[in-house]
Structure formats: C-alpha cells, structure tokens
C-alpha cells in the first residue's frame, strides 16, 4: 500500500461525525476513499448522513496532516495495515456490519488461516478459571494444531489464555484499546513482545491514543469479529466479557462459557449466559471441539467452482464471479462496488441475474457469496 493511498485510508478514519458504517457508504457512492477527498463539497452533502457540516469537514482536509505523521510512525515501526477491502483483511470480520475501516497490527499472523477461538474473562481470576483456561487451551492444542487464541491482553482471564496458547505453541492475538506505540497494562509487556513472534497485536487506534475506557468496550467487537466462536471462562454479573458475548451473538457467532457454583461471584455471568440460552455450556475441550464440528482435521480440498461451467456468464458477471470466489465466506455490496469501481446499482442488477441463475445467494447483512 503506497503512502500516497494510506494517507486517505488513515484519513477518513478520522473525521468526526463518521463512523465506520458511514465511511463505508460514503467511499462506495464516490467510487473510492482518495474520490471522497477530492470530490466537491456540493456533491458530497447531497450523500445521504453527510449534509453541509461533514461535507465541509471533510473539504477541509485537516486530518490529512494527522494521517501522514501516522504514516511514519507505521513505516518506523513496522506496523501492518489492513483496509477492508483488501484480500488479507480479516474475512471474518469483514461480515461484520460495524467493522474497521483500517485496522493496524504488528507482529506475524495470517489472519485467515486457522480456527479462531476468542478466549475472555473477568480481570479478577479466581485460580479455578485460570486452570480451566490453561487446560482449555492445552487440549485444543492436542487436538487441533492450527488453533489461534485471541483475548484482550488485559489482567486476569485475558492474560492468562495469552500465556497459555504460548506456552501450548499456539499462535495468539492480543486486541487493544490504544495505540501500538505503547503496552497496557504496562507490566504484561514481556508476554506482548513474545506474542509477536507467532501472533500478533490488533488495534484500530492510532499511535497517542490513551486507553480510555471507552476504547475498551469498542475493541471488544474485533475481538468477536476475528473469531469463530467466544469462551467466556469467568464473570461477574457485569464486565467486559459479557459485552463481547453480547456483541458474538449479534454477529452470529458460537458462544460457550464454563459453569460455576449459583454462589460464585465470578461464575454469576456465565451462569447467567448459559440460562439465557446466550452462551452453550462447556467444561472441557472436547465439549467445544464437538459444537464446532470439529473433531476431527479438516483434509478435504475446498471445492472450486469452475466458472467455464457457465457459458451464460457476460464479461461483467465473469469479473464479478472472479471476484466472489476470492471472499468464500461473502461480501458485502459496497465493497464490491469499490473493488470493481462500479456503482452499486449495477452490482446489484448483476448479482440479481446471477441469483437467478442460481450462482450465487445473498446472506444476512447484504453479504454475497457463491453457492457450492
């Protein structure tokens, strides 16, 4: 990704008054993010959720300053970026409705290759759920190799499932609230510097972003969007981890928690969980490996769709098969839109006769992929 591409990329990000939902909209009605920057203010207020006020924002072009002193830090620093729409941004989390525009990682992690297991919990351990998370995490080891633990890097369960994947050999990624120009808490920065030898830290905050406790309860999503599915091993009746099981129901993902005594403190939310038919219950690895489906190792090849098979595919629904196939878990329109630089009304023509012909189906949250 050239600089000159970033600068926009880490641009929009920052303009007040545009959350991710709305940047995406507005990158897909110009065409692309650096035509958002460029284009006038007059068309710009005319998109629907942008008006005089954002329009005249983004014309103004004051982030963009902000984006290019980012962009040293990036270079100096060896951070990755990943926009959403390029082919290495995280699948799982692109189905997500409110997921990041850019995300900022460091370290060595191919974020869609494996099985992702989101592994949170209470700041205040008790020594029963650490020792449930480190067997958790030993026999997911032992049963499956290509395993990726993925907490928080906060004190108590989220700490402790970090040490354990790297202690079991696992890769293991630590989502944060802030900047990747600083560690918090400060004192597991020994196990954050390991982590990026076979894992990594997310973030989709920029360098001097404090960890303000609202950024907290944001990461929380991307912790629920990486994953296949969420282990909540201990919480009270209120916490971070119960936001990230809510979020993981919201984006239709497994949830599991481990049960504990009606008079444990630290057991009431996932007990509560569990009642609620929020959360499947769970008191060993194999219970998990079971819900998922995945005892055993997948060995079979994933079937490939030849397009020479349909000989009724136009030129532009050829592109646009091309172009699913590379997002086997689906797409959204908008982001087809700005990967084939079509306006999304001719996608969605397109996709329709390709429906029709029974090559493709739509999903919830107007993602689209190819029918095996």
Same mark, same amino acid.
């Given at each position: 990704?050239?600089?000159?591409?970033?600068?926009?990329?880490?641009?929009?990000?920052? &303009?007040? /008054? #545009? @959350?991710?939902? %709305?940047? *995406?909209?507005? =990158?897909?009605?110009?065409?692309?993010?650096?035509?958002?920057?460029?284009?006038?203010?007059?068309?710009?207020?005319? &998109?629907? /959720? #942008? @008006?005089?006020? %954002?329009? *005249?924002?983004? =014309?103004?072009?004051?982030?963009?300053?902000?984006?290019?002193?980012?962009?040293?830090?990036?270079?100096?620093?060896? &951070?990755?970026?990943?926009?959403?729409?390029?082919?290495?941004?995280?699948?799982?989390?692109?189905?997500?409705?409110?997921?990041?525009?850019?995300?900022?990682?460091?370290?060595?992690?191919?974020?869609?290759?494996?099985?992702?297991?989101?592994?949170?919990?209470?700041?205040?351990?008790?020594?029963?759920?650490?020792?449930?998370?480190?067997?958790?995490?030993?026999?997911?080891?032992?049963?499956?190799?290509?395993?990726?633990?993925?907490?928080?890097?906060?004190?108590?369960?989220?700490?402790?499932?970090?040490?354990?994947?790297?202690?079991?050999?696992?890769?293991?990624?630590?989502?944060?609230?802030?900047?990747?120009?600083?560690?918090?808490?400060?004192?597991?920065?020994?196990?954050?510097?390991?982590?990026?030898?076979?894992?990594?830290?997310?973030?989709?905050?920029?360098?001097?972003?404090?960890?303000?406790?609202?950024?907290?309860?944001?990461?929380?999503?991307?912790?629920?969007?990486?994953?296949?599915?969420?282990?909540?091993?201990?919480?009270?009746?209120?916490?971070?981890?119960?936001?990230?099981?809510?979020?993981?129901?919201?984006?239709?993902?497994?949830?599991?928690?481990?049960?504990?005594?009606?008079?444990?403190?630290?057991?009431?939310?996932?007990?509560?969980?569990?009642?609620?038919?929020?959360?499947?219950?769970?008191?060993?690895?194999?219970?998990?490996?079971?819900?998922?489906?995945?005892?055993?190792?997948?060995?079979?090849?994933?079937?490939?769709?030849?397009?020479?098979?349909?000989?009724?595919?136009?030129?532009?629904?050829?592109?646009?098969?091309?172009?699913?196939?590379?997002?086997?878990?689906?797409?959204?329109?908008?982001?087809?839109?700005?990967?084939?630089?079509?306006?999304?009304?001719?996608?969605?023509?397109?996709?329709?006769?390709?429906?029709?012909?029974?090559?493709?189906?739509?999903?919830?949250?107007?993602?689209?992929?190819?029918?095996?």
């Amino acid at each position: 990704m050239n600089d000159e591409t970033l600068k926009y990329k880490i641009g929009i990000t920052l &303009i007040k /008054g #545009i @959350g991710n939902n %709305l940047a *995406k909209n507005l =990158i897909a009605y110009v065409g692309s993010v650096e035509g958002v920057f460029k284009e006038k203010q007059q068309s710009l207020a005319k &998109i629907p /959720g #942008i @008006g005089e006020i %954002l329009s *005249k924002e983004i =014309i103004s072009q004051n982030v963009l300053k902000r984006a290019e002193q980012e962009i040293e830090f990036i270079r100096k620093n060896k &951070i990755q970026t990943n926009y959403f729409t390029d082919p290495d941004y995280p699948y799982r989390l692109k189905e997500c409705p409110d997921s990041p525009i850019l995300i900022y990682s460091k370290g060595k992690c191919n974020f869609n290759d494996g099985k992702f297991i989101g592994i949170v919990g209470t700041r205040n351990a008790t020594e029963t759920g650490k020792e449930n998370c480190k067997k958790l995490i030993s026999d997911l080891e032992s049963a499956l190799q290509t395993i990726v633990v993925v907490s928080g890097l906060a004190y108590g369960i989220d700490i402790c499932a970090h040490k354990a994947a790297l202690e079991s050999g696992l890769s293991t990624i630590g989502v944060i609230g802030h900047g990747l120009d600083r560690i918090y808490p400060a004192v597991h920065r020994p196990i954050a510097v390991k982590m990026l030898e076979k894992g990594a830290l997310v973030t989709e905050y920029l360098s001097q972003t404090i960890p303000d406790r609202q950024n907290f309860v944001q990461r929380n999503r991307i912790i629920a969007g990486l994953c296949d599915a969420i282990v909540i091993v201990e919480s009270g009746v209120k916490g971070g981890a119960l936001i990230t099981a809510e979020i993981a129901n919201d984006y239709n993902r497994d949830v599991f928690a481990f049960p504990g005594r009606v008079t444990d403190e630290w057991s009431t939310g996932c007990n509560a969980l569990i009642k609620n038919n929020k959360a499947s219950l769970i008191e060993t690895a194999e219970d998990l490996l079971k819900f998922m489906n995945w005892e055993k190792q997948d060995t079979a090849l994933t079937p490939i769709v030849q397009t020479s098979l349909f000989q009724d595919l136009s030129e532009k629904e050829k592109e646009l098969f091309s172009t699913l196939r590379q997002n086997p878990e689906g797409i959204q329109v908008n982001e087809l839109a700005i990967q084939l630089e079509k306006p999304v009304s001719k996608i969605s023509s397109l996709l329709l006769e390709m429906e029709f012909k029974g090559l493709v189906k739509c999903l919830p949250g107007n993602l689209y992929k190819i029918v095996k």
